[in-house]
């Protein structure tokens, strides 16, 4: 019903800036949260940076600072924007969101993932 798919990994030397896009496609009715993820290699998953609905925006220690989320012009889409990038950065990065469907009178909230996109800092 619905997909979400990241796009704009890739690989840049330390202190540079990449934007991760995320796009929902879908019978969306309302998005109540966007987050991006990511893990590296041997490691576990970490929340990077999270949106609500009303704008309110939050994000890890680690990335504070110099990773900003925020929507795109077009609608259910948001960006990931990193920079100042470190090489401990670099895992793959997941956008996950919050989604309601709706399906006739019912409404209900579901919880997606996008496939991951790469991001490599080299140093």
């Not at 997941?94 to 399906?103: D, Q, T």
Request: some cysteine.
């Amino acid at each position: 019903q619905v997909q979400l798919v990241e796009s704009g990994g890739g690989l840049v030397q330390a202190g540079g800036s990449l934007r991760l896009s995320c796009a929902a496609s879908g019978s969306i009715f309302s998005t109540n949260r966007v987050a991006w993820h990511r893990q590296a290699p041997g490691k576990q998953r970490e929340l990077v940076a999270t949106i609500l609905s009303g704008g309110i925006t939050n994000y890890a220690d680690s990335v504070k600072g110099r990773f900003t989320i925020l929507r795109g012009s077009a609608k259910n889409s948001w960006y990931l924007q990193m920079n100042s990038l470190k090489p401990e950065d670099t895992a793959v990065y997941y956008c996950n969101a919050l989604i309601v469907v709706a399906s006739g009178w019912v409404k209900r909230e579901y919880d997606y993932w996008g496939q991951g996109t790469q991001v490599t800092v080299s140093s």
